[in-house]
């Protein structure tokens, strides 16, 4: 069995910059065991798919509450900012692998003028955060009803009949 997996080159600048980080920080003396730990910033993956009405976003944000998610519009881009606080249960000596990200992430995206910035709606279930955003009424494509054969007029008479 073949198995697929998304590579994603920036993840791995990231996990870069936490070493860094992590490494500046053991060498500057700092205490206070938890924070190597919650200072990270990560990116959560995003879906984005376009149907005849709306804009959809759906992000994987798993584990992190309601209350800890902020989503705004300004100027044609939609922000998403949110927190994964690391559980405070267990010490971070006691770990023997954290592979899990933690802290804060901002996610931004350019709108295009068809979005109406007025009809936006936001749902949070099973750890994905779905954003729909409705397009304007001129933007919607519309469908035209084309007629069969020459003589039909629009009232399903003839054009002979009619005059």
């Known amino acids: ?6 590579w994603d080159p920036f993840r791995e600048f990231v996990t870069i910059q936490d070493r860094l980080n992590r490494l500046f920080r053991e060498s500057q003396g700092s205490e206070g065991g938890q924070e190597s730990l919650t200072t990270s910033s990560f990116a ?8 005849e009405h ?3 976003l759906k992000i994987e944000v798993p584990g992190i509450e309601e209350k ?5 519009i300004e100027n044609n881009t939609l922000t998403v900012h949110g927190e994964r606080k690391f559980e405070k249960e267990e010490k971070e000596e006691n770990y023997r692998r954290v592979e899990r990200q933690y802290g804060s992430f901002t996610r931004t995206f350019a709108l295009p003028n068809t979005v109406d910035a007025e009809k936006v709606q936001a749902n949070y279930d099973k750890g994905v955060l779905r954003i729909q955003l409705a397009k304007k ?10 007629n069969v054969g020459s003589e039909r007029t629009l009232e399903g008479k003839s054009a002979s009949k009619a005059a």
């Open 54 to 56: 709306n804009v959809v």
């Open 137 to 146: 009424a001129e933007a919607r494509p519309k469908q035209i009803k084309v």
């Open 1 to 6: 069995m073949t198995l697929v997996t998304r």
């Open 44 to 51: 959560p993956p995003v879906d984005v798919y376009e149907d």
């Open 68 to 72: 800890d998610i902020d989503v705004r």
